[in-house]
C-alpha cells in the first residue's frame, strides 16, 4: 500500500516541538526553521530516527507492525523532504528562466527600436499606417 494512503488511512501522528501532527499537518510543515519552537520537517525527521535508534533492539522472529512503524513513518517524511525540495529547485528554475527571457525580450525590443531609428525619414514615412 502506498505510504500516503496507508499513513491517512491508519491515521498516523508525528510528534513534533508543537504537539502531535497529523500527516497533513506535516505536510505543510517547512523544511527547517531558525525559530526552534516552530515544528519543522527536519525537526520530525530527527525525532524519527532518534526514536528508531533507541528503540529496543529488534527480534527478526518476534516483530510486529508497531516495531516498523516509526521507520514507515521516516519514510513518509524523507518523501515529503525530497518532494519539496524539488519543488523549490523547479520554482528556482522556473524564476531564473523567467528572469533570462524577460532580458531577452528586452534585447529583441531594443534591437527592433535601433533597426527603426536607423531608417531614413523616406522609409519611416512609408512605413506609416
Not at 527536519?42 to 521507520?71: M, Q, T
Not at 534585447?107 to 536607423?118: G, H, P, V, W, Y
Request: hydrophobic content about 40%; overall charge neutral.
Amino acid at each position: 500500500m502506498n505510504l500516503y494512503k496507508q499513513a491517512v488511512r491508519e491515521n498516523w501522528t508525528f510528534p513534533s516541538v508543537q504537539g502531535t501532527l497529523s500527516v497533513v499537518q506535516i505536510a505543510q510543515l517547512p523544511l527547517s526553521s531558525v525559530n526552534k519552537s516552530k515544528a519543522t520537517l527536519d525537526n520530525v525527521a530527527i525525532n524519527l530516527y532518534n526514536e528508531i535508534n533507541n528503540a529496543p533492539k529488534v527480534s527478526f522472529v518476534n516483530s510486529s507492525v508497531g516495531d516498523r512503524l516509526p521507520s514507515l513513518k521516516l519514510e513518509l517524511v524523507k518523501d515529503l523532504i525530497t518532494t519539496i525540495e524539488e519543488e523549490n529547485r523547479a520554482k528556482v528554475d522556473q524564476q531564473a528562466n523567467a528572469s533570462h527571457n524577460a532580458k531577452i525580450d528586452e534585447l529583441i525590443s531594443t534591437k527592433r527600436d535601433q533597426e527603426l531609428a536607423s531608417k531614413s525619414v523616406e522609409e519611416l514615412l512609408a512605413m506609416k499606417k
